[in-house]
């Protein structure tokens, strides 16, 4: 079931500043929005997607996955399952001869859901080497630099120790942990989480979800939990365990809870390029963001600059926020419906894809990009409009978009379930191919990463 819609003014709310929060994000070269659901009192009443993107369209969330880890923590504490002041040692008795350092044993669940396990810094590649793979071991290898829980550092391995745990205890994934707590009550339908390589769930990363379902999220803990977890726990989550006075930007340097950053206002669940799960209790409204954004700091600047006082103006004119699908952003370039006539067959070597050949139709006119090592697939130009053509088990859906620039072809593949697009160009005359990602995927991981595992839901 969706989230209640209403108009803003029936909310007390002002729509005009919507329309001045995406306003003042238009002139911004580094924020690109793919999704925006406003929720006040438990209703929806601005929303809008940016085609390719739409409301049934899983996105990757990077980050905020960890507030979904948080969750699965919460339940498990709630259940008598895990004890916030036990160490993450006693959860995993086989290495109890391996551990020496005694700050290490000394670390407890509370300090790795607060990103304070002690450590100075992001310990992800030391801890899969020290660990031979399994991060949870190798973060315990790694003797911290300070006492646990006195320092903060932002660490993938303590939020994957919160995943490992609650696997432990529950004897399942991490997936099926919160299918029949959260996503089932929720209503959350459409999810997914890639595994590493030992086919377990990271917890610092790689879920997939739709807009609404982020939104949801939010407001079950603006909610103060409901009837599904405990009020105690929302409080004990989202308030500042440790100090963050040492990062940058004013919405960074509020304090940390389990695995949400405290901000100028609320707190939220925050993922790279723009995903975020905005909690506002003075305004008792969420706020869910999707995109491709780099100048996050810009992104939260809007909000509080336009959005905040629109959210509790407690008036404005009637009527509905217009729900609108703009076009996002394609290359540069002139339309579609020109280019070269001719074109010879290219085949260039990728970093992201292994090889492709492009290849003009002379009857229709359609244009092809294929990869060699995996099923091909055909990015189809009709009449200048893109249309959505999976890639396999490579990243699809994709999204293709085309432009001509004189003798040259530019297409951006867009990665439609995640923030990323791949920008193509290719030149014929010279015989090229260029590759360049808008924004880059985090860490080494498979095109495959960028798509809602095949399995989910």
Known sequence: MSLPRSTPAEQGVDARGIDAFLAALDPLPDVELHSLMVVKNGHVVGERWWRPYGPDRPHLMYSLSKSFTSTALGFAVAEGLV??????LSYFPEWDGRVADERSRRIRVRDVAAMASGHAAETVDEALAKGDGDMVLGLLLLPPEYEPGTFFAYNQ???NALSAIVRRVSDGTLTDFLASRLFEPLE???YGWWLDRNRRELGYSGLHVTTEAVAKLGQLYLEGGRDLL???WVAEATRAHVITDREEGPDWS???GFQFWRGRHGYRGDGAYGQFM???PEAGAVVALTGQSEDTPALLDAVWTHLLPALTADDGPAGAWPVEWPELPGPAGATADGGPG?????TAPFAA????TFTRDPAGGTHRVHTVSVTPTELTLDDGRPVIAGWGDTGGPLVPLFAFDGDRIRVDVVFVESPHRLRLTLDPAAGTFVEDWQTEPLGSTPLGYLRMPTTSR
């Open 254 to 256: 509020q304090g940390y």
């Open 157 to 159: 391995p303590c939020t």
């Open 278 to 280: 905005l909690v506002l």
């Open 83 to 88: 004890e916030l002041d036990a160490t993450v």
């Open 230 to 232: 405990p009020a105690s």
């Open 353 to 356: 894809l292994p090889s492709a």
């Open 342 to 346: 001719e074109w010879p067959d290219l």
């Open 188 to 190: 959350i339908g459409t």
